[in-house]
């Protein structure tokens, strides 16, 4: 049978999605993310960059960290991590009973599915945040539209008018919050005045260090990280640690919004 899913859900291709799967079993498997990335074909990075993601996806975290205990910690499994685990595999039983049955529809148009592989393109912006529009405040051209995160924190993001009316965005619709790592900045003064509209308060949970730029991750609340990437200087300059308190500072024009 034709490979059908190539370009839709990809189940039976190491993609994303599988990957990302069989990430979340390894952990469950071995409680370590050290592990579990080595067992899908990850580096720790990359493996830490995916639980990121996937928890602030999600309406609640699949994975945490654990302290303490006689091994001194690790990564586990929430129960909601892995009820997607179960739930997809049936997700992916049926898909394989949706090829079966497509590829006796002798009129389906093929070449349908490379064009929906061309719209569920991956992007490469760092962070995206799940949550929910708040309010909508629309103006000749640009329109301010407030998302709601699930920690609480309210995301703020100004797009184009008409950008609200062919998304059809509504009060209420759960969107994402789409935000390049190079487009958050850093301060350790928590009452800083700025302009920017958007000003997260957290605490810094990783610093990964470059000869020139670092990468820093700060979290806002429920598992919601956001990823700046800063110099290594500036890391330096500001005395930042994990644990540290600081704010990470966000242009409304810098955030892009997906449905």
Same mark, same amino acid.
């Given at each position: 049978?034709?490979? #059908? ?12 999605? $599988? ?11 071995? =409680?370590? @993310? ?12 990359? /493996?830490? $960059?995916?639980? &990121? ?44 009973? #949706?090829?079966?049955?497509?590829? &006796?529809?002798?009129? #389906?148009?093929?070449? #349908? ?6 719209? /569920? ?9 799940? =949550? ?45 919050? @789409?935000?390049?790592?190079?487009? +958050? ?16 308060? =957290? ?15 700060? &979290?806002? =609340?429920?598992?919601? +990280?956001? +990823?700046?990437?800063?110099?290594? $200087? ?15 500072? @966000? ?9």
């Amino acid at each position: 049978m034709e490979n #059908f899913g190539t370009g839709l859900l990809s189940f039976d291709k190491p993609a994303l999605l $599988e990957k990302r799967i069989r990430l979340l079993e390894a952990i469950a498997t071995t =409680g370590s @993310i050290s592990s579990a990335a080595k067992s899908v074909g990850l580096s720790y990075k990359a /493996a830490w $960059e995916a639980v &990121d993601t996937m928890n602030n996806l999600s309406d609640h975290p699949l994975v945490v960290r654990v302290t303490g205990g006689s091994g001194g910690g690790g990564t586990t499994l929430t129960s909601f991590g892995q009820e997607i685990i179960a739930n997809y595999a049936v997700l992916k039983k049926e898909y394989e009973r #949706f090829l079966n049955r497509l590829s &006796d529809v002798g009129n #389906f148009e093929k070449g #349908f599915l490379k064009h929906i592989q061309r719209i /569920a393109m991956q992007i490469s912006a760092r962070n995206q945040l799940m =949550g929910k529009i708040g309010d909508i405040k629309l103006a000749k051209v640009n329109a301010e539209v407030s998302i709601v995160l699930k920690s609480g924190v309210l995301l703020v993001s100004t797009i184009t008018h008409s950008a609200v009316e062919e998304m059809g965005l509504t009060i209420g619709d759960e969107v994402v919050g @789409i935000i390049k790592a190079s487009s +958050v900045l850093i301060s350790n003064q928590i009452e800083l005045a700025t302009s920017a509209r958007n000003k997260l308060l =957290g605490m810094v949970t990783d610093v990964k260090l470059g000869e020139v730029n670092a990468q820093v991750s700060v &979290d806002i =609340g429920q598992n919601d +990280v956001i +990823v700046a990437t800063i110099t290594t $200087e500036s890391v330096k300059s500001l005395a930042l640690c994990v644990g540290s308190r600081v704010c990470a500072i @966000i242009k409304s024009s810098s955030i892009l919004i997906g449905k």
